[in-house]
């Protein structure tokens, strides 16, 4: 084998993985990478009521039919009650916010 046989041999095996890269660029084109974008989530929003507080009555709505939504059905004196976009279950009796619910809600919650 010649010299300058191995010679190409050698620049065709090691430009061969810059050419499958740039394979569409066109002559004289330099190649470039795309941007990756990363998908970053929004900031999660600040809760209306905080787990403890006490609501005063008539002020939010009560969720009647839960199992519509997706929840399971209230039990033990809680009921669940709509404060803004979220959903709650209260204490009936002291009307003590004792958890967010908004999670366990299916899709068909507003």
Do not use: F
């Not at 009560?62 to 009650?81: E, N």
């Not at 009307?95 to 967010?100: D, I, P």
């Amino acid at each position: 084998m010649s010299c300058k046989m191995l010679l190409y041999i050698l620049i065709v095996s090691v430009s061969t993985p810059a050419i499958a890269q740039c394979r569409m660029a066109a002559a004289g084109a330099a190649c470039s990478t795309p941007p990756v974008h990363k998908i970053i989530a929004p900031p999660p929003r600040p809760a209306p009521v905080e787990i403890g507080a006490i609501i005063p009555r008539g002020k939010y709505s009560m969720v009647m039919d839960a199992q519509w939504y997706g929840l399971p059905p209230a039990q033990d004196g809680w009921i669940y009650y709509r404060i803004k976009d979220d959903v709650y279950r209260v204490d009936y009796r002291t009307m003590e916010v004792l958890e967010r619910a908004t999670d366990e809600a299916g899709q068909n919650w507003p």
